[in-house]
T-cell receptor, first 116, second 113 residues
């Protein structure tokens, strides 16, 4: 079973639309960490945000916001007023204990295409 | 800091040849990860090191794959002999601690023909 499910394989929007990328995770750990990364066409993975399992406060950073809900095991990512430069593949990751350390497992990613 | 540095950026090799991928982690980071990215399987963790010691190599696909970390500033991933199905982008990443964000290198795109 997948630990991290990103059900949306590809999303296509027009510039200035809001878009939400879904992430559902599965773990038996009570302490764990969640991450979002962005992979632009150039290929490198860029860290966006980290949350621990005890902090359910939503976070906003500019046009980006994240909604963490333990009750539904979800950590969704919203981009407000999307821009062409937001076009990328976005990965959600879960760090749970593995070999004694917290090690990230990645979802399959959601490809976001923002059209001008 | 220059970030995680991987070399080469691109590698094309013939089936049966040995391939060595290299990684320099961010100075001071205690954890180093090797991931492989393919369309079929996404991002898979191959192995990780803590303080230069391999901790979990359960993701290494076969005995043809091996990884070393002789010191805190250098790691290698070797494939011998290489096969076409090994074609993928291989990422190295490092992190300060085991629950902090990992910083990724730019990846090595390996093509085995």
């Amino acid at each position: 079973a997948q630990k991290v499910t990103q059900a949306q394989t590809e999303i296509s929007v027009v510039e200035k639309e809001d878009v939400t990328l879904d992430c559902v995770y599965e773990t038996r750990d009570t302490t764990y960490y969640l991450f979002w990364y962005k992979q632009p066409p150039s290929g490198e993975l860029v860290f966006l945000i980290r949350r621990n399992s005890f902090d359910e406060q939503n976070e906003i950073s500019g046009r980006y916001s994240w909604n963490f809900q333990k009750s539904t095991s979800s950590f969704n990512f919203t981009i407000t007023a999307s821009q062409v430069v937001d076009s990328a593949v976005y990965f959600c990751a879960l760090s749970e204990t593995r070999g004694g350390s917290y090690i990230p497992t990645f979802g399959r990613g959601t490809s976001l295409i923002v059209h001008p | 800091d220059a970030g995680v540095i991987q070399s080469p950026r691109h590698e094309v090799t013939e089936m049966g040849q040995e391939v060595t991928l290299r990684c320099k982690p961010i100075s001071g980071h205690d954890y180093l990860f090797w991931y492989r990215q393919t369309m079929m399987r996404g991002l898979e963790l191959l192995i990780y090191f803590n303080n230069n010691v391999p901790i979990d190599d359960s993701g290494m696909p076969e005995d043809r794959f091996s990884a070393k970390m002789p010191n805190a500033s250098f790691s290698t991933l070797k494939i011998q002999p290489s096969e076409p199905r090994d074609s993928a982008v291989y990422f190295c990443a490092s992190s300060l601690g085991d629950n902090t964000e990992a910083f990724f290198g730019q990846g090595t795109r390996l093509t085995v023909v």
